[in-house]
Each structure stands twice: as structure tokens, then as C-alpha cells.
């Protein structure tokens, strides 16, 4: 058959399994299952959460890091991704497996294939911190992430002096409004030069960010962040419908990674290439397979 011969397989291998065509067919594919009538009950794609999956690199290579919880004693990548509350993969990015997601996270949202612009994002606790509470509010986003040991969690005030009610311990920290007032026009600079690409998130919050602490302009943005972050934790205490939309959330994530995996068991679920943009060519369609699979199955991904 000649459509299956070597040359012809190899000449559609190099020619149209690239990673740009990769995202416009995924973006085919979010428009189609935005469609569908049961993707509309599940939600109306303005929640959104970012997650990783983990993978093995056991060639050597610049992007992958070792990490003993995910890779054992050998290197690994991380593909952060992110998916819509309708089942649809929005877009990804490969990173080293060591790195903490949350300097990732904007990043990601920035560089969607398609689809409505999300307007929650759910993230597990290891993508969280206030600096990134700070920015993700200042760029529009409304950031939920799972908080682990609530009751243990610090909230701030901005008046010392008030009365908070049952709330009076719990309210320990307090946000300086006069650090952020010195700080916000540059402030404001950074959020501009996010939003219109002129540099990348990850930079950004490596650069508000010395020897593990922030600096005077990082701190700024993470006083601004403490306010969100407070207003966030409140809502966990008070709201079940709020803490259910973010945990079912955060479970079809899980489940559509779990089901890309069963999808994809070539060379054992291992990344074998050297380079990024490799690796985002090999894992992108283990993540955007499972699409298709969620729009012709209709529930293998219902949210729970």
C-alpha cells in the first residue's frame, strides 16, 4: 500500500508531526469539544487548572534534572500543562523536572493553543507562593490553588488595629499598603511586560527573587499577593461549592493524565530526546490524545 510505505510514513513524520502543528489541530480540537453539549454542562471554559506530569529522560540532557520522588536516581522533565474545566488541553510546556512549578505557571497561561482565556486557575500546593498569588492577580486571573493544612494557614490584615472577630488570630500577618505604593509602577511595568510578551514570567520571578528570599520590588508584589491569598482562604473556610469546583477541578486533571498515560505506553512512558523542543514535540500528543478521547467517549473525563 503506498500511503504506508517507509518513505511516504517518513515524509509525513517530518513534514507535518511538528509541535506548530501539533497546536493548531489542538486548537481545532478545543473548539470542537467547546461544542459538545455535555463539555458545556461541565463548565463554560473559564476555570482552568495547571499540573504536571512527570517524566523519565534517561538519555543525558541539558532540561532533564534529577528529583528522587518523581525519577529515582535518574534525570527527568516535567510537562506542565493545562486544562480547561471542559476536558480540553489548553497548552503546555516541558520544563526540567527539578524546578518548583509555580515559576512556570504564568508562563503557561500566556501561551495557550486556543480557547477562552481562563479566568480561575486551580494549581496543587507545590505551584503556589505569594508572589505568584500577586502577579496572577495583578494579570486578571482570579488563583485558587489547593492549600494543604488549612487550619494552619496565615492570614494578613491590613489594619492592625481592627477588630476581626473569630477571625482575630487567624489574621496573625500584616500587609504593608506603603511597600506596595512605592513599588507600583514597577509594579505595574512588570505585569505590562508579561501580558504583551516582551519577557517571560519565569524570568520575572526569578528575578523578584534572591538567594530565596524577595527583593524589595519581589516583596512588594507579594504583600499585594497576601491580600488575595487571604480573600482565598476565606473562601475555602466559608464556601463547600467553592472548595468541591476547585477539588473537581483539580480530579479532572489528574484523570485526564492518568488516561494520556494509559493512551501513550510507548518506551515505557520515557522522554528519549535530548533537546526542548524535542520534548515538547514527543509529550505534546500524549496530553492532547486524551482530547479526542474525552469528546468521543463523553464521559471517560467527566468531572466528579
Given at each position: 500500500m503506498d500511503a504506508l510505505k517507509y518513505g511516504r510514513?517518513?515524509?509525513?513524520d517530518q513534514t507535518y508531526l511538528r509541535l506548530a502543528t501539533y497546536r493548531a489541530a489542538n486548537a481545532t480540537l478545543i473548539d470542537y469539544q467547546a461544542s459538545i453539549?455535555?463539555?458545556?454542562?461541565?463548565?463554560g471554559g473559564l476555570v482552568a487548572s495547571v499540573d504536571g506530569m512527570r517524566f523519565v529522560v534517561p538519555v543525558p540532557s541539558v532540561y532533564a534534572r534529577p528529583n528522587p520522588k518523581y525519577f529515582g536516581r535518574r534525570g527527568g522533565a516535567t510537562w506542565l500543562n493545562m486544562i480547561n474545566d471542559q476536558a480540553a488541553g489548553l497548552g503546555g510546556k516541558v520544563v526540567a523536572g527539578t524546578p518548583r512549578d509555580s515559576l512556570y505557571v504564568l508562563d503557561v497561561l500566556y501561551d495557550r493553543d486556543g480557547g477562552r482565556r481562563p479566568e480561575m486557575i486551580v494549581t496543587d500546593t507545590a505551584s503556589y507562593s505569594d508572589i505568584v498569588f500577586g502577579l496572577l492577580t495583578l494579570a486578571g486571573f482570579a488563583y485558587a490553588p489547593q492549600l494543604a493544612d488549612l487550619p494552619d494557614q496565615k492570614m494578613w490584615r491590613i489594619d492592625r488595629s481592627a477588630d476581626y472577630g473569630a477571625f482575630q488570630d487567624a489574621a496573625r500577618g500584616r500587609v504593608d499598603l506603603a511597600r506596595i505604593e512605592r513599588r507600583w509602577e514597577d509594579i505595574l511595568r512588570i505585569i505590562g511586560s508579561i501580558?504583551?510578551?516582551a519577557v517571560r514570567a519565569y524570568d520575572v520571578i526569578r528575578m523578584l527573587s534572591r538567594d530565596g528570599r524577595p527583593t524589595p520590588l519581589g516583596d512588594a508584589v507579594a504583600h499585594y499577593g497576601r491580600i488575595a491569598k487571604s480573600l482565598h482562604i476565606l473562601r475555602l473556610t466559608d464556601e463547600p461549592g467553592y472548595r468541591r469546583q476547585i477539588k473537581s477541578q483539580a480530579n479532572l486533571q489528574e484523570g485526564r493524565h492518568s488516561l494520556a498515560r494509559k493512551i501513550f505506553h510507548g518506551r515505557n512512558g520515557q522522554l528519549y530526546q535530548r533537546y526542548q523542543d524535542g520534548m515538547r514535540t514527543?509529550?505534546?500528543?500524549?496530553?492532547?490524545?486524551?482530547?479526542?478521547?474525552?469528546?468521543?467517549?463523553?464521559?471517560?473525563?467527566?468531572?466528579?
Open positions: 510514513l517518513s515524509h509525513v453539549p455535555l463539555a458545556q454542562v461541565w463548565g501580558h504583551t510578551g514527543r509529550s505534546a500528543p500524549w496530553a492532547w490524545s486524551s482530547t479526542p478521547s474525552c469528546s468521543s467517549t463523553r464521559g471517560t473525563c467527566t468531572p466528579r
